[in-house]
């Protein structure tokens, strides 16, 4: 991972940490995915990633902070990613955001006709959400800051979401992602492509601090390299 990509984020994080609220809220979370999707394009099989998160407001915009880290199964690559973000409500229910992600990949990542060595990415990205009839309804731009030629200039996503109180601690959740890249997120196998995602999932709250979630997506790609994906999980988040 390069050190100035990390250096870059935690700047951000850092300013402003030194004038947020005092209340941060933490949460970690472990998961098993029976599939990688990335982005519309399967990675791999048997995932299991681990997060970390903070949270917390300053005088200007509320901010965050996460870490997660994924490895799968047949594969010699684990990825690390850390995002930085800050969002401001610009009215009752619209808001804004931008942020920074590092992608950092060790090893050869499987990709159709073979392996692939994937670089460091660092995405500047912005962001606007709003609720419509209580419906959460997003869109994002992610511009690729790295000096390669294998990975996407702009990838864009769209996504509505839906939640419902079932009752005794139980919740549920339906949401459906678009999302369009010029250039395989991988090795540059594939361009203009667009795939769709929706998810259904159920949270149950353990406790105050401990919730239960499962989930089941499918992915469906407009590019023949890459197949329409089935695929669910398990994980399990503690709040601190």
């Not at 973000?85 to 990542?109: E, M, P």
Request: aromatic share 12%; glycine share 12%.
């Amino acid at each position: 991972m390069r050190p100035t990509h990390i250096i870059a984020i935690a700047g951000l994080s850092t300013a402003l940490l030194g004038s947020a609220n005092a209340e941060i809220e933490s949460s970690a979370s472990v998961g098993y995915n029976s599939e990688y999707v990335y982005r519309g394009a399967l990675l791999g099989e048997d995932l299991i990633d681990f997060s970390l998160g903070f949270s917390g407001s300053t005088d200007v915009a509320d901010w965050n902070l996460g870490l997660w880290y994924g490895s799968w199964a047949d594969s010699i690559v684990d990825e690390f990613r850390v995002e930085a973000s800050v969002s401001k409500c610009i009215s009752d229910t619209f808001s804004v955001s931008a942020g920074l992600i590092n992608h950092s990949y060790q090893g050869a990542v499987a990709a159709p006709g073979g392996f692939a060595f994937v670089p460091d990415r660092l995405e500047p990205f912005i962001g606007v959400s709003t609720d419509l009839g209580g419906i959460a309804l997003s869109a994002s731009a992610y511009f690729n800051g790295s000096d390669d030629d294998y990975t996407h200039d702009v990838y864009y996503e769209v996504g509505a979401s839906y939640s419902v109180d079932l009752g005794g601690s139980l919740s549920g959740s339906l949401s459906a992602d678009l999302g369009i890249w010029d250039t395989d997120p991988l090795g540059g196998v594939a361009d203009d492509v667009t795939f769709v995602a929706v998810t259904g999932g159920l949270q149950y709250a353990a406790s105050d601090s401990i919730t239960l979630n499962a989930y089941i997506t499918h992915s469906i790609s407009d590019d023949w390299i890459f197949e329409d994906e089935t695929f669910g999980g398990v994980s399990v988040s503690v709040g601190f």
